[in-house]
């Protein structure tokens, strides 16, 4: 293209409104791999320009928004779709003006697509401005292939733009490109076609496909009433489905052919809903208990435009995949909203480690608004007793809300073999129903992913084997928990928040279990100074080459070699315990509490001949509130296992009420 000077510019408002499109739009000046964080392939399609984006995880079935025209242009519902699992297609067929010939490429296009990257066979089309002519004109002559139709401001006759036959500005150059395009000898034999979008509606009409358009009231660029309303009524009045959503909202420009979408969620949505997505044979609904659900945290993001979200588990909370997904969703639903995102999830733990570190790992820089729990399968993996599973989920629940009442929290239980095998013999997991039992106390929101992903296995949707694979899910199951929370915050904010919407803080019951550890803190071993016969390590580090976790090297470590000294550590509180580095030379120690008998307390676990893992040791609870003293020494016994008799104490963990 030639360069277009001001004098052009001035000689008509047609020929500005394409200069001012082709303007914000250049996606081919420049050949880019990236399109909003995903993956954008761009190559020729019959001397045409044309690329495709794909999602990070696709929805099955490969879902697929085919943009005609503009794809620059109000890219947010595009960026949402893509986000959920949709693919976005697009070909620059400019000046073609969904003529025969642009519809026959278009056809052509739709074949390769689904040929080289298995599309789905049915298309949920976009046209914005121009791409009207386009979208419809396909449209009629494939409605088979055809979720729905999304227009903005859409050309639905060419005789009102670019032919300016009505009271639009219309555009000369682009009537006299337009006719030649067509084959029309002259202006009476274009004024006398009759393959505008508004014409030979029938076919898609029979075929109920939606459509909607977003419309701007005085658009003098392409009229409503010469086009919207014209082809709307025309396709109700034949039985087709049609909405318009007048967007009066913001700057209208461009003598009001360019608008801010009102709410770019809904135009998503109607997309989303109305395309041909693979219907699961189970409904995700049925494993969520909403209880008091997650309101505060929406009118939080909606309101203050901020939101602090946490995220606190073991190693299915600490991998990537869900946790990202449902960042990303957050991000999407709420793109006005400033997040912070709290990872804190860490390999091997359950509630109890969760119950002490919650402090340091969640809170140490304010309240959050949202978080998300998991600890079903590293709790009963762990060993921990049913009491020390409901303490310690307690203790979480009580100690958020202590510092935030308004804090909402949904518990996830994740799926394990033992799990399945418990749910196919009719029982619910333990661990299950004392997570529950704090869930139904204190009026939690629940998604029982380990009953969802067993009921669908035994309903073929998939395989363990095959598909989920682990425990630690594959990017496969990964995706199956982040589409059931997906539905399950969803249905959780379903609606909008009105300007008078307030949160309500939660009410605080009696708790189950008095010694709930709704207090628990850590304290660094460096902080009961030094011990006679102890060593204190200023940088530990592994001198077996064997790994370590978060927060477990390069660290202070208080280490114990071989039988030793007391360690005389006084605390207040009602619990007491340790958390250790319980590597492959774990020995074992013993300890006494306000001059009681020794105990003996084996620090080697099954894990222990792998790595260094951080492990927590309850030594007491449900002490009588106050002072007490705890004394601890290394033995000269060990676990047949262990190649030694080492204690290394990375923090004390101390519940103080």
């Known amino acids: 293209m030639g360069m277009i000077t001001k004098s052009r510019i001035r000689k008509g408002a047609g020929v500005f409104f394409i200069v001012f499109l082709l303007a914000i739009q250049s996606p081919f000046a420049q050949v880019k791999k990236d399109w909003k964080g995903f993956e954008q392939i761009p190559f020729k399609f019959e001397n045409y320009d044309a690329w495709l984006v794909k999602p990070e995880i696709p929805l099955e079935g490969n879902p697929w928004v085919w943009r005609a025209r503009f794809p620059g242009w109000h890219t947010e519902m595009d960026s949402i779709l893509v986000a959920e699992g949709f693919h976005l297609a697009f070909i620059d067929t400019k000046n073609k003006y969904g003529s025969p010939d642009a519809v026959a490429v278009w056809d052509r296009f739709y074949n390769y697509l689904l040929e080289h990257y298995n599309l789905n066979r049915k298309v949920s089309l976009e046209g914005v401005s121009r791409g009207g002519l386009f979208v419809y004109n396909w449209a009629k002559k494939n409605p088979e292939k055809v979720n729905c139709i999304y227009a903005e401001a859409p050309v639905c006759d060419f005789k009102s733009w670019p032919g300016g036959k009505g009271t639009g500005k219309g555009s000369a150059t682009d009537w ?31 075929n109920k496909i939606p459509v909607i358009h977003m419309i701007g009231l005085n658009d003098a660029v392409v009229p409503v009433d010469e086009n919207t309303l014209k082809l709307v009524d025309r396709y109700v009045k034949l039985g087709g489905i049609a909405t318009i959503v007048p967007c009066t909202r913001g700057e209208q420009d461009l003598w009001g052919h360019h608008f801010p979408i009102d709410d770019v969620r809904m135009a998503a949505d109607f997309i989303k809903y109305n395309s041909n997505l693979a219907k699961a044979k189970l409904n995700a609904t049925d494993y969520h208990n909403l209880r008091g659900g997650i309101r505060n945290a929406f009118i939080k993001f909606v ?33 006005d909203t400033e997040f912070e995102f709290i990872a804190a999830g860490i390999p091997s733990m359950g509630t109890t480690p969760a119950a002490f570190r919650l402090q340091r790992d969640v809170l140490k820089n304010g309240p959050v608004d949202l978080l998300f729990e998991e600890a079903a399968v590293n709790d009963a993996g762990n060993g921990r007793s049913a009491s020390e599973q409901v303490r310690a989920m307690e203790g979480i629940v009580r100690h958020l809300r202590r510092d935030n009442p308004l804090c909402d929290v949904v518990i996830m239980h994740f799926v394990d073999p033992q799990k399945m095998k418990s749910y196919r013999e009719g029982k619910v997991p333990e661990v299950i129903q004392n997570h529950d039992k704090v869930a139904q106390h204190y009026n939690i929101s629940t998604i029982n992913l380990a009953k969802e992903v067993t009921d669908r296995i035994d309903a073929g949707e998939f395989t363990w084997e095959q598909d989920f694979k682990n425990l630690h899910p594959s990017p496969f199951g990964q995706n199956v928990y982040y589409q059931s929370m997906r539905i399950f915050l969803d249905e959780a904010w379903f609606g909008f928040v009105a300007e008078d919407d307030k949160m309500s803080a939660y009410t605080m019951p009696d708790p189950i279990e008095k010694g709930n550890y709704n207090h628990g803190i850590l304290i660094p071993a460096e902080d009961i100074g030094k011990v006679k016969g102890w060593r204190f390590v200023e940088n530990w580090q592994p001198a077996d080459g064997k790994n370590t976790r978060y927060n477990y090297t390069n660290v202070p470590m208080l280490v114990g070699e071989g039988a030793g000294k007391i360690i005389k550590f006084k605390f207040e509180g009602n619990a007491v315990g340790l958390a250790v580095a319980a590597g492959p030379d774990a020995g074992i120690i013993e300890y006494s509490i306000d001059g009681e008998p020794w105990q003996e307390q084996d620090l080697f676990t099954r894990w222990s001949s792998q790595l260094h893992l951080p492990w927590y040791y309850t030594l007491a609870s449900d002490l009588k509130q106050g002072k007490h003293i705890l004394q601890l020494r290394v033995t000269d016994r060990k676990n047949s296992s262990s190649k030694g008799n080492n204690c290394r104490i990375r923090y004390f963990f101390v519940n103080r009420k």
């Open 176 to 206: 006299t490109r337009l006719m030649d395009e067509y084959g029309f000898e002259n202006e009476e034999e274009a004024m006398a076609f009759v393959g505008n979008p508004i014409d030979n509606l029938e076919k898609l009409a029979e």
């Open 303 to 335: 309101h203050e435009k901020k939101g602090r979200v946490a995220f606190l588990g073991g190693s299915i909370t600490y991998n990537g995949g869900w946790r990202d997904s449902v960042c990303n969703y957050l991000t999407k639903r709420f793109p």
